[in-house]
């Protein structure tokens, strides 16, 4: 089983990525590559509370044709209580988005464009003021489709309890808007695509295995349809 650190514990400096088994990739879809850390499998990395005061997990609308579509969840990173992950995430994208960096992992050629975690949306004039944001996979078993990233949940009365949110409606339901969360995650690849094509890029992929959610008072529960659309509608994200 892995440790689980805090993110002030996990080093980025010895936090790499290594070339995928060669006896595997007849069989992958995607060029990816496989996380270590020190050399060893990874840690699960505990973040800190976050309200979700905006994204979250997306619940159906024009944007996701399927279901698998919204198989994540986007952490708002706005004021003081978010500030040491915005830091740790600018930490990985500054290690991986570094010119000698790619070019150890992807070749000398390579003129792949790295796609941050850390993302800075375009706020649009007289609209609500967009976050910065990180977006986090959901784990699921293949080719069932059925969410295994654990979920636990705080009701406001206190008491706490693990829940059953095997499809993304029910993660939806146990992490509502303005839900207080805290996502335990771990590096699940680097993906990049082939150095022919024209806009090749590349970026590093996070799962989340399991989520604390500290669910809101009954009144606020009305609020989780406010804007939904809009929060993801400039999802310019990774192909991955």
Not at 22 to 45: A, D, H, T, V
Not at 103 to 131: A, C, I, N, W
Not at 135 to 158: D, H, R
Request: glycine share 4%; hydrophobic share 35%; proline share 7%.
């Amino acid at each position: 089983m892995s440790s689980v650190v805090k993110v002030s514990e996990f080093d980025v400096d010895q936090f790499n990525f290594e070339p995928f088994p060669e006896k595997y990739k007849r069989n992958c879809i995607q060029s990816i590559m496989l996380p270590s850390y020190k050399g060893e499998r990874c840690p699960i990395i505990q973040l800190p509370w976050i309200e979700i005061s905006q994204y979250g997990v997306p619940t159906k609308n024009e944007f996701f044709k399927e279901d698998t579509q919204r198989y994540f969840i986007k952490l708002p990173l706005a004021g003081a209580k978010s500030e040491e992950l915005r830091e740790w995430l600018e930490t990985i994208d500054k290690k991986f988005g570094n010119s000698a960096v790619r070019k150890k992992l992807l070749g000398d050629k390579s003129k792949h464009t790295y796609q941050p975690l850390l993302r800075t949306p375009v706020s649009e004039e007289g609209g609500s003021e967009k976050m910065p944001y990180v977006k986090f996979k959901l784990q699921s078993l293949y080719p069932s489709n059925e969410i295994t990233t654990g979920v636990v949940v705080q009701e406001a009365s206190g008491e706490i309890r693990a829940v059953e949110a095997s499809s993304i409606d029910d993660v939806v339901k146990y992490v509502p808007f303005k839900s207080k969360v805290r996502c335990f995650i771990t590096p699940s690849k680097l993906w990049y695509h082939p150095s022919s094509n024209v806009d090749a890029s590349y970026g590093v992929v996070f799962k989340c295995v399991k989520i604390f959610s500290k669910l809101p008072e009954r009144n606020s529960l009305p609020l989780q349809i406010e804007d939904v659309a809009a929060q993801f509608a400039e999802s310019g994200d990774e192909s991955e």
